[in-house]
């Protein structure tokens, strides 16, 4: 009973703040494609397996500083998922479905972390919305971004195109740049170095809950 009052606080909260800003998550959730199996595991962008990524610091939901070494060394192997922002429902789907599969992660001693370059505040919304029991990084700086090499940049046109739809980058992010991730999902272990990487070059198409443990199990094989 206190969790849910806590967590209704929380929400409350968050949603005066969001309203505040004129941000929301979407209301609606799309189907979400599985990438196919030919395509899994693919990456025509992103840093490679084999590669060692160079260490960042960033924010956490609650505005903290975190670095990659720092996660490493306390939580790898690290499963870093990189996704548009809060305001993208596709990304929503995929959120939801990860934070619903945390024990199947748990079990197998990884833990995902999502990045993106929403704010703290949006990051912490969502992180309440889904109760997200692993770390949401902020990053609307682009340093995780630029460290995976998964930067897109959203042109002014497409940019004022979404506004049409009520999301307004700027107030996501905080910053005046429309570059966003490419959804993007890279398996590290301790060191930093990339073990597995996967960009979607379909932002409606994401791996699977399923195809991402089955590649767990097998992996060293």
């Known amino acids: 009973m206190k969790r849910f009052v806590y967590l ?3 929400l409350a909260c968050l949603s005066g703040l969001a309203q505040a800003q004129d941000i929301k998550l ?3 959730l799309p189907e979400l494609s ?3 199996e030919a395509a899994f595991g693919t990456a025509d962008s992103g840093v490679k397996p084999g590669a060692k990524v160079a260490d ?3 924010l956490d939901h609650k505005g903290s500083p975190v670095s990659l070494e720092a996660l490493a060394k306390d ?10 922002g809060g305001w993208c429902p596709y990304c929503n789907v995929q959120i939801r479905q990860l934070a619903e599969a945390w024990p199947e992660f748990e079990k197998r001693g990884v833990t ?4 993106s370059v929403d704010k703290p505040d949006a990051s912490a919304m969502a992180k309440a919305t889904y109760e ?3 770390p949401v990084l902020s990053d609307p700086d682009l340093k995780a971004h630029e460290a995976f090499d998964v930067i897109i940049e959203i042109d002014d046109a497409t940019a004022e195109k979404y506004k049409t739809y009520g999301i307004v980058l700027e107030d996501w992010s905080g910053r005046d740049h429309h570059k966003i991730a490419a959804p993007g999902i890279f398996l590290l272990d301790k060191a930093g170095t990339v073990e597995w990487a996967h960009v979607s070059k379909d932002y409606k198409t994401r791996p699977s809950v399923e195809q991402l443990l089955n590649m767990l199990d097998n992996r060293g094989q």
């Open 112 to 115: 995902p972390v999502l990045v």
């Open 8 to 10: 209704a606080g929380l």
């Open 132 to 134: 997200i029991p692993f």
């Open 34 to 36: 599985v990438t196919d």
């Open 75 to 84: 939580k790898a192997p690290l499963l870093v998922i990189f996704y548009r």
């Open 56 to 58: 960042f610091s960033v």
């Open 26 to 28: 979407p209301e609606r």
